[in-house]
């Protein structure tokens, strides 16, 4: 064995440990390789810690991504048809392709089920997934199937660049406008609708239940803020402030959000009391968060078929919180920290690539 | 939704329809679009149905693979150490690149973790790992973690071929020889022994420990198959008549193995009554098996650093048994058939691309 420095680690749990420090663990452990120049880093352009993984192909800027859905974790499948789970275990990974402005091209599947389901069941969430990936021209070309206790489904999605950037975490500046497409709290709210609350309007409830099962992944949407000049964008997985702080993080800088400009559906705030929180750490929306200039906010605006909102502004880094809510007054709207995050509250949380 | 042809599925659950009705059924399912155009089939070369999935890039071609290790089905952490188990999940992937005589560069890691578990084990999961990346110079450019009741361990490696071929399954002729590297049944007597089984000599129990635990992946020797001319290879997982079934199948052709012939360790026929059984249906030794004729065979014998066994040969197609195994008189000898199934038999089993 080489006598290489190990990665320190107290004795604690994997749940103490939480998420992101899990994460930290693991680059930290496989970066050590590339310092001491080890292991052959290749064209790796974007490593562990933005949406998808980036490396300098022959002439394209290649992209790979890879997300797991875990039964009763991610899923419950008494809520989720097999349909829709194949539609979501595609669309969540397209996502992460859309967060990098990428062209998303070929999909591994790799699936851990329990011998005792029915085959039509499976059948049933290929064809999700195939709808999809038809829908944004994937060809799914392999992957593998085992036997476990519980559905285990990871999707790894290859594609390349659009051009000759992609859109990442961590070159976001002060004084760059926030923005976001679509709405926020959509997802976490009809999550609480499939868990039990009452929608009486079935167009609205229909709409609730789609924006959690059956997101759409804004692929075009990603090409077309690459194209219009944007550089920094995440997808709206984790949660309006978990992912804007990861942004903060990747890219050193702090956030201040205008709580009254943050979109929210009527939807939402017709019959959720706590639509704030849904919107802010409600997380699964797929949407995308990016920041640019004035000018550049602008052409996106306009080349985008979708609403698109300025919900504030970059600033210098600021301690201790990354990420700043204000009110209409000016006066800071406290949150929960966090957003989703694994291990800790067993909710979808973000990947390391 | 668009009109299109369903597969048609007779009611019966997964363990009945099996792993490889299961591969059936997902690759029916997302060919037929191929077939009616509706997905780009950009340039896949190889889809589902191979060790891993082909594609032409730019200047060379592009393979990909992935492959699930689920917790009490394909690891007992009352047996592999976590380091051993990062080993094997990097080297049954990177194995896959080797049946292609592929070069691997880049990998992505989805790992599926209860919370209860010592971070301190995984630094020890992600050291075994990266001991083998760097070995075959792969870099770990991305994956991500989630909570899960068990741990399911899904990687993804990512790479080119050598040249302008690559190793396959479906172009094996009649009248060619049937060639083995190393020996087989080690790893499955490896198990053996880890679940129980005395072994007294300790050099001897040590091979077979590191033959269940921590194989070693043919890359190089794929690499030298494909240079020597070599069409023909798959990676002995499944074990030798499952995996040399999967050629038959795929080039539609027939096999016959002289059982004296097959390449057993002395560690196995001394210790192990079942040495036979081992060899022909143990599976996971992770060796290459090929097929080409007399003057390639000789080439890739000269090239290669390790053994070398004709073992049989390839006939034209004959019903029922694609694979004949015979006796030193040409008598047939029986076997089980099936080698590892998943939903069958709960062992590991092969990947659809």
Known sequence: MPNRASVIIP?????????????????????????????????????????????????????????????????????????????????????????????????????????????????????????????????????????????????????????????KRSTACPGEHIAITGYLGLSAAGLEMLKGKTISDAEMGDILRRAHLQPRPKVREGQILIEQGVRTAIDVSDGLIADLDHICESSKVSARIRMEQVPMHPVITANFPNYQELALCGGEDYELLFTADTATVARAKQALDCPVTVIGDMTEATLPARVTVLDSKGNTVPYRRGGWEHFRNGVPGPKFS
Chains 1, 2 share one sequence.
């Open 11 to 167: 004795p604690m749990k994997v749940s103490e440990l939480g998420e992101f420090g899990l994460i930290d663990l693991i680059r930290s452990s496989t970066t050590q390789d590339e310092i001491s120049g080890r292991t052959p880093r290749h064209e790796v352009l974007i490593g562990i810690g933005d949406d998808a993984a980036a490396w300098q192909g022959d002439s394209q800027i290649q992209l790979a991504t890879t997300d797991t859905l875990v039964q009763d974790i991610h899923f419950d499948l008494d809520v989720i048809s097999w349909e829709e789970l194949g539609w979501k275990a595609m669309a969540v990974n397209l996502s992460d392709i859309a967060a990098m402005g990428g062209i998303p091209k070929y999909a591994l599947l790799s699936l851990a089920l329990p011998g005792g389901l029915d085959a039509a069941d499976i059948s049933r969430f290929v064809n999700g997934m195939t709808h999809v990936a038809r829908e944004f021209g994937v060809a799914i070309v392999g992957g593998n199937v085992a036997a476990s206790p519980n559905v285990v489904i990871t999707m790894t999605i290859i594609g390349c660049a659009k051009g000759k950037a992609v859109l």
